[in-house]
């Protein structure tokens, strides 16, 4: 619920456009946060376009892995 509250305080300063962006486990929590928002808060929220990728991470000294990335990008008319 922080998170729709972080975007309707972005909706209400006066911007039109979100972007909500999540890698890993946290990616459900950023679709979950788009569909409340669309849901019951901005009933006209228009989705714009969903980006999907692989992002290299760092972990420890030399060890690299790869961890899965959205990015959800949502308008107010």
């Not at 972080?6 to 911007?15: E, L, Q, R």
């Not at 972007?19 to 849901?39: N, Q, Y």
Request: a positive charge; hydrophobic letters at 40%; glycine letters at 6%.
């Amino acid at each position: 619920m922080n998170y729709v509250v972080a975007c309707m305080n972005v909706f209400n300063s006066g911007s039109q456009k979100v972007v909500v962006k999540a890698r890993g486990r946290a990616i459900s929590r950023a679709v979950d946060t788009v569909e409340l928002l669309r849901r019951v808060f901005v009933k006209d929220l228009q989705l714009q376009g969903i980006s999907v990728g692989t992002e290299q991470v760092t972990r420890g000294e030399d060890q690299k892995s790869s961890v899965s990335a959205i990015e959800i990008t949502v308008t107010k008319p």
